[in-house]
């Protein structure tokens, strides 16, 4: 089993940052990758960026040379790096962590882009 914590969401102005946090507990040494997906109201639930063991990244077009997906693995923590932000980055941002049969997901933490 593995846990996800989701932190750092919040209301932030259109051009800002923000960094969420995912922190992971449980059977750490089984996931094989990680990432953040978002959902906006009305819409499917999009992957953002993932990170694989071996630190090999892959970004949404819509987020590439803005986001990014550091790692502190001393503190098991996952994080997204938000800058230059949208009014259409808003959604709720889930953090995902994938063994090799299962997944799981995060509580999810609200982004909000606005003026």
């Known amino acids: 089993q593995v846990q996800l914590v989701e932190s750092g969401g919040g209301l932030v102005q259109p051009g800002g940052s923000l960094r969420l946090s995912c922190v992971v507990s449980g059977s750490i040494l089984s996931v094989y990758v990680m990432g953040w997906y978002r959902q906006a109201p009305g819409k499917q639930r999009e992957l953002v960026a993932t990170?694989?063991?071996?630190?090999?990244?892959n970004y949404a077009d819509s987020i590439k040379g803005r986001f990014t997906i550091p790692r502190d693995n001393a503190k098991n923590t996952v994080y997204l790096q938000m800058n230059t932000l949208k009014p259409e980055d808003t959604a709720v941002y889930y953090c995902?962590?994938?063994?090799?049969?299962?997944?799981?997901w995060g509580q999810g933490t609200q982004v909000t882009v606005s003026s």
């Open positions: 990170i694989t063991r071996g630190g090999s990244t």
């Open positions: 995902y962590a994938a063994e090799v049969a299962k997944g799981y």
